[in-house]
């Protein structure tokens, strides 16, 4: 029960740090209600869980070569930058006895997993954290085990994913509009840097293999 329980530490500790989808979380939650923010939540976890099987099968080797590395930073680069500045644009347009969920909802799901799924430091950290968990779980466990410990990460990461929709949609009942559309443009900087950032690393990946 002890390990059950680190894993699931483990698996909100991974989710915790502040980033791009802590960020379009709480954009979201803002501007559309907790539904909204869980189903970007709830894409990055998808996401996640394509990398584990990923690294469980052992073709990270693939995603982690230098050109699917550069695809991904770029990509990730126009996903953040393109929803930053649809937040800042849509700042305005808040108020609070705005409908919730005005946004479809397949809508939120995809931007949550199309940030997660291009984001290197995703490969990077299941790779290390993940690869690492995987080698030592397996050569103390079964197979049956590694499936048990891996789904009390899952857990962790939706009981943050529940955490953030439920503090970004409170955000809306006890702010003013101005402030909520405030925070909105906060937020589309923050993920614009976020895209910055990648679209960078991208150019120095680019530099680094001519």
């Not at 073709?59 to 695809?71: A, C, D, L, S, Y």
């Not at 443009?185 to 976020?194: A, P, Q, T, Y």
Request: charged share 10%; aromatic share 14%.
């Amino acid at each position: 029960m002890g390990v059950l329980l680190s894993y699931f530490l483990l698996g909100i500790s991974l989710a915790a740090p502040i980033g791009p989808i802590n960020a379009a979380q709480l954009n979201s939650g803002i501007k559309n209600g907790f539904l909204s923010a869980w189903l970007v939540g709830v894409g990055a976890v998808v996401a996640d869980g394509f990398y584990m099987m990923a690294v469980y099968l052992g073709i990270v080797e693939f995603i982690n070569t230098p050109f699917v590395k550069t695809f991904l930073w770029l990509f990730g680069c126009f996903v953040l930058i393109y929803t930053g500045v649809e937040s800042i644009i849509n700042a305005r347009k808040i108020h609070i006895n705005d409908d919730r969920n005005s946004e479809p909802v397949y809508k939120s799901f995809f931007s949550g997993f199309f940030m997660s799924i291009t984001n290197p430091l995703t490969i990077i950290f299941w790779l290390g954290i993940y690869g690492s968990i995987l080698a030592k779980t397996a050569d103390s466990y079964v197979k049956a085990d590694l499936v048990l410990y891996s789904c009390a990460i899952f857990l962790g990461l939706f009981l943050w994913d529940i955490t953030m929709a439920t503090i970004s949609s409170s955000f809306r009942k006890i702010l003013t509009s101005k402030l909520l559309a405030s925070i909105s443009i906060l937020s589309g900087v923050s993920l614009i840097g976020f895209g910055i950032y990648f679209g960078v690393q991208a150019v120095n990946l680019l530099l680094g293999n001519i």
